[in-house]
Nanobody, 117 residues
């Protein structure tokens, strides 16, 4: 079992910034990939950013240059720094952890991000 606790969502004006945090109960080096997803109202959940156990990072094209994924291995915590927020970034943001050969994915409870125009 892995617990994921997200924090940092909120309401912000367009152009503003937020930093999301995801603390995991498991040693982060034993997790294949830590991911951030988002789900906008009426839309499918989409992968926004990912960081592997080796530290490789990936961002979806729509957030490149604005969002940054990072981690603090001492705290087993992953962050999503979101700058230059746009109304289309609005949604529930979920942290996920992919573990093991079977690539099972654990999910956090989600945190709401609302960007007003």
């Amino acid at each position: 079992q892995v617990q994921l606790v997200e924090s940092g969502g909120g309401l912000v004006q367009a152009g503003g910034s937020l930093r999301l945090s995801c603390a995991t109960s498991r040693n982060i080096f034993t997790i294949n990939t830590m991911e951030w997803y988002r789900q906008a109202p009426g839309k499918q959940r989409e992968l926004v950013a990912a960081i592997t156990s080796g530290g490789s990072k990936n961002l979806t094209d729509s957030v490149k240059g604005r969002f940054t994924i990072s981690r603090d291995t001492g705290k087993n915590t992953v962050y999503l720094q979101m700058n230059g927020l746009k109304p289309e970034d609005t949604g529930v943001y979920y942290c996920a952890a992919e573990i093991g050969v079977a690539k099972y994915r654990y999910w956090g409870q989600g945190t709401q991000v609302t960007v007003s125009s």
